[in-house]
């Protein structure tokens, strides 16, 4: 009652690794990449599960206070700082905002981390995997849709109508995100995420949504609804065991398939898929852009339905709710992302498995996605097709940067070292023929 406008809400949350300037400074690779390009395997990483949520470093927390500070006096409404999995490897994230709001302050705070490092002797490293065999870097991004009247609709609520709202909007973003998969996968591709995608508890590149087993098992019993007109009975049932249950399904259900790229996490779907180095604004414009035209469709087929075949409201929106959890089975999966058998699976699911950028990119220039992006005023095909190329061309220009540093570091530090060490080792045996000289002529 009373809404005027529904606005997307956003919470990303900011993984970031802090190294000693002057040990990163040493790095070429670290410098121009942002990542370790050659390197050997530290004695010890993160095998002992001692860092995430453990006591953050003094040197770390003084970096930590000074930027909080400097985030407040601008706006930034940061809430929560903790140790991730890997060494020297943190997290930050805020308070919810509109999504515009949050995808500028979350570019501001990325500018002012770099900043308030220098200050502290530290180097921020924001790349997707700076160093091979620890967890990379994400930036989860946490969506929901509030209206101006300050209800979120995905939240349950104490009602069986408010948990009919909450379905409505809850059915529809999987419906969106199933029929949208390969776009959706196109607006977090990068050539510093292909490294992290599938790798070390960061989900893989096939776009799956996870919901957990008790919605799971409720949206199993809203398909067995009656094709056409509810019985007064059957739709007391309903909303009484089914939809009226809802809150108390969700209160301990939270979610620990951490290889799943989309996950419900109680209140607001958690997309996981997000590089630590992205804007939050290209998934988040693919994302509401999908949603908005599926509840646009939505909206014209229960009208149909009320017009044409003179149902109820209810009885609508149940009937067509139905038919979107058959057609969306396909995007909900609960098992492990990592496995060869969600990969075999996923191709008898028709999903797509785009594993490097160029693939991905593909679907941001498809016929769907161009009608899709004009349809909605976000933009017309010039537009989509400008980004598109500047998109591939970082990459390519990425690439280029990442082997000539490579070949660099190959040339001038590896090889003289390689030869110096060859060369003690020939002193090493004339020095030994030299002593044993009888020996060596036996």
Not at 225 to 242: A, H, I, R, W, Y
Not at 317 to 322: Q, V, W, Y
Request: charged share 25%; net charge neutral.
């Amino acid at each position: 009652k009373n809404v005027k406008k529904v606005n997307a809400s956003l919470g990303w949350e900011q993984e970031y690794f802090l190294i000693d300037r002057s040990l990163a400074m040493s790095r070429p690779d670290i410098v121009l990449t942002g990542r370790t390009l050659l390197g050997h395997a530290a004695a010890k990483g993160q095998q002992l599960d001692d860092h995430y949520f453990g006591t953050i470093p003094n040197r770390a927390m003084s970096f930590m206070r000074d930027l909080e500070t400097e985030c407040m006096l601008l706006g930034i409404p940061v809430k929560t700082r903790h140790n991730e999995v890997a060494p020297n490897q943190f997290e930050l994230a805020p308070i919810f905002e509109e999504a515009n709001l949050a995808v500028d302050h979350n570019s501001l705070l990325m500018d002012v981390m770099e900043k308030i490092a220098v200050r502290h002797n530290f180097k921020v490293l924001f790349h997707e995997k700076p160093f091979a065999g620890v967890n990379g870097s994400g930036k989860h991004n946490n969506w929901s849709l509030s209206t101006d009247t300050g209800v979120n609709l995905l939240s349950p609520g104490k009602t069986p109508m408010s948990n009919l709202q909450f379905l409505t909007f809850f059915i529809n973003t999987i419906k969106a995100v199933g029929d949208n998969e390969e776009l959706l996968r196109a607006s977090i591709a990068s050539a510093s995420n292909d490294h992290r995608l599938g790798a070390n508890e960061a989900p893989p590149a096939i776009i799956s949504v996870f919901i957990g087993e008790q919605l799971t098992n409720t949206l199993k019993e809203l398909e067995n609804v009656t094709d056409g007109k509810l019985s007064p009975e059957e739709k007391t049932d309903l909303k009484l065991n089914v939809v009226g249950k809802i809150p108390d399904v969700l209160l301990d259900n939270t979610d620990r398939n951490r290889t799943s790229p989309f996950a419900f996490t109680g209140n607001k779907f958690e997309f996981r898929a997000v590089g630590s180095t992205a804007n939050c604004a290209n998934p988040m414009t693919v994302l509401n852009t999908i949603v908005a035209k599926q509840l646009l469709e939505f909206k014209v087929e229960v009208d149909k339905l009320i017009d044409k075949k003179k149902m109820k409201k209810d009885d609508a929106i149940f009937n067509i709710l139905r038919e979107y959890i058959k057609k969306s089975k396909n995007i909900l999966f609960e098992g492990n992302g990592y496995g060869e058998a969600w990969e075999k699976e996923a191709i008898k699911r028709d999903l797509s498995n785009n594993k490097t950028t160029p693939e991905a990119l593909k679907a941001k220039v498809s016929k769907k996605a161009l009608m899709l992006f004009e349809e909605l005023g976000v933009m017309n095909k010039v537009e989509a097709e400008a980004r598109y190329e500047i998109e591939l061309e970082e990459y390519a220009m990425r690439i280029q940067i990442e082997g000539r540093v490579l070949g660099d570091i190959a040339r001038n530090h590896i090889m003289p070292t390689a030869v110096k060490y060859q060369n003690m080792l020939i002193k090493n045996v004339q020095g030994l023929k030299a002593i044993y000289d009888k020996d060596f002529k036996k």
